[in-house]
């Protein structure tokens, strides 16, 4: 796994490996979906499932230069809402409080997110003061796959409250993960998660906005 530099279909399992270490270098596949599978997140703009897979999703936020109209969307387009903007500022922020984390491919669905995650080494990291989202929160290093997941979920169900006066979470209790064994596995999942809004019609997840 050290060698795997490349980027591409995974087995979405809702059950941890009872004995296995979540906290030990390795890649993770993650899917968190929405509470009820609300498509808050984001929408798709001319996802089909007989357009090739040689394109790329693309993801228009606030920080775009110059924001496109609706006839140059390339299909596939991820545009977030302004949730979707807060939850990809906060997944950002998982790599930036945590030294031994690095995060690999991403897409925002309407419903539920897919991302690897990395964590790198198992060193002990003295903890650091940083900003999470809106709060000031101590990171300690060594964290497992569950403690990151659980920090970004509640950071963003916190931000969902706010912005939409709820008292529920903004996912689901709990959240899909695979451990990444293998080069090949790696590539099929990355190849997964940049063609999910290619074929977001088809998805097991797909509800209609």
């Not at 990395?118 to 809106?134: A, L, Q």
Request: charge should be neutral; aromatic fraction near 10%; proline fraction near 5%.
């Amino acid at each position: 796994m050290n060698n795997i530099q490349n980027k591409n279909l995974p087995i979405r399992r809702t059950h941890r490996l009872k004995e296995f270490d979540y906290g030990q270098y390795g890649y993770y596949f993650i899917t968190v979906c929405t509470n009820h599978r609300k498509p808050l997140l984001s929408k798709i703009i001319g996802s089909d499932a007989n357009v090739p897979n040689s394109s790329s999703n693309l993801i228009v936020g606030s920080d775009a230069p110059v924001a496109p109209s609706p006839s140059s969307f390339i299909s596939g387009t991820v545009i977030p809402s302004q949730l979707g903007e807060k939850v990809l500022e906060c997944w950002h922020n998982i790599e930036r409080l945590n030294e031994n984390v690095e995060l690999d491919k991403f897409v925002m669905m309407p419903n539920h997110i897919h991302g690897i995650i990395i964590i790198k080494n198992t060193e002990p990291i003295d903890p650091v003061n940083k900003i999470y989202g809106f709060e000031i929160a101590e990171r300690r290093g060594r964290r497992s796959l569950q403690g990151l997941v659980k920090d970004f979920k509640s950071v963003t169900t916190r931000i969902y409250k706010n912005m939409y006066g709820s008292s529920e979470s903004l996912w689901q209790e709990s959240f899909y993960d695979e451990i990444i064994k293998s080069e090949r596995q790696y590539q099929d999942v990355w190849k997964y998660i940049d063609v999910n809004p290619l074929m977001w019609h088809l998805d097991e997840l797909y509800t209609k906005e």
